[in-house]
Nanobody, 116 residues
């Protein structure tokens, strides 16, 4: 079993910054990718940023240039630095870990609220 614990969400004014953190523990093996998704009220969950192991991070077009994903493989952790936040970034953000290209695990979610 794998557990993901997220932190760093909160309330911020438009134009501000937040940094999300996610630490994975448990039976971690053959990490295929780590990433962040988000879900706004009434909308489907969407990919924000993904960091494939040994590959180049990819970003949703709406956050490219503003958000940066990074990993600490020694700690099985993934981070999301969010700058120039906009009202439309308001959502619950979920950490995701994919193991072996097969097993997906999710964090409990952390609320990010951007006031306009």
């Amino acid at each position: 079993q794998v557990q993901l614990v997220e932190s760093g969400g909160g309330l911020v004014q438009a134009g501000g910054s937040l940094r999300l953190s996610c630490a994975a523990s448990g039976r971690i093996f053959r990490v295929n990718s780590m990433g962040w998704y988000r879900q706004a009220p009434g909308k489907q969950r969407e990919l924000v940023a993904s960091s494939p192991s040994g590959g180049t991070p990819n970003y949703a077009g709406s956050v490219k240039g503003r958000f940066t994903i990074s990993r600490d493989n020694a700690k099985n952790a993934v981070y999301l630095q969010m700058n120039s936040l906009k009202f439309e970034d308001t959502a619950v953000y979920y950490c995701n870990v994919n193991l072996d290209g097969v097993y997906n695990y999710w964090g409990q979610g952390t609320q990010v609220t951007v006031s306009s």
